[in-house]
């Protein structure tokens, strides 16, 4: 900008942004993970071995060792602060999935209507033939021409044949 005026030819300077940038996608795979590690058996199993060794530890611990008396306040504060970050992380794990079973879902219905634009083509090519050959000639219809002509063939055979010299009179 100079004398005040803006220059519409040239990009505008970045601006400073309070906020920091991340990456939505890298943070939805992210997000992903943990949220299916969350899902397994595995993560129950740590968390019930911390959560024992967490209560263990603060009851027969030494009093000055004991970062957590009973009622045990910091213990149920973390497992707050856990629930509270796993809730939002397993929505964004599903919203990801249901987005990507969206985009299947359509990629499916598209290859549906081309199989079945396919395959009304092709029975409609079927018919056409069927059409077209129902002109030609099959084997079976020169199968029953070739047995007729025998059958003549074989009745002229078994007429009296006339004697060579004798020759019908003309009437």
């Known amino acids: 900008m100079r004398g005040g ?5 040239q990009p505008a300077p970045p ?3 309070l906020l920091p940038e991340y990456d939505p996608e890298a943070f939805g795979v992210l997000s992903e ?5 969350l899902g397994t058996g595995r993560f129950i199993v740590w968390m019930t071995l911390i959560i024992i060794v967490w209560l263990v530890w603060n009851v027969t611990a030494p009093r000055e060792l004991r970062f957590d008396p009973y009622p ?3 213990l ?5 602060l856990q629930a509270s970050y796993a809730a939002p992380l397993i929505l964004l794990a599903q919203n990801r999935q249901d987005d990507r079973d969206r985009v299947t879902q359509e990629q499916e219905r598209k290859q549906n209507e081309r199989s079945i634009a396919d395959t009304e083509y092709l029975t409609r090519e079927i018919a056409a033939l069927r059409i ?3 002109e030609v000639t099959t084997r079976d219809w020169i199968r029953s ?5 025998v059958r ?4 002229q055979r078994a007429l009296p044949r006339a004697e060579p010299g004798r020759e019908k009179p003309d009437r």
């Open 145 to 149: 021409e070739l047995q007729d002509l």
């Open 5 to 9: 005026r803006v220059r519409l030819d």
């Open 15 to 17: 601006r400073r942004k």
């Open 132 to 134: 077209g050959l129902g």
């Open 72 to 74: 045990f306040i910091f």
């Open 152 to 155: 003549d063939m074989a009745e």
């Open 33 to 37: 993970r943990i949220a299916r590690f």
């Open 76 to 80: 149920t504060l973390m497992l707050s």
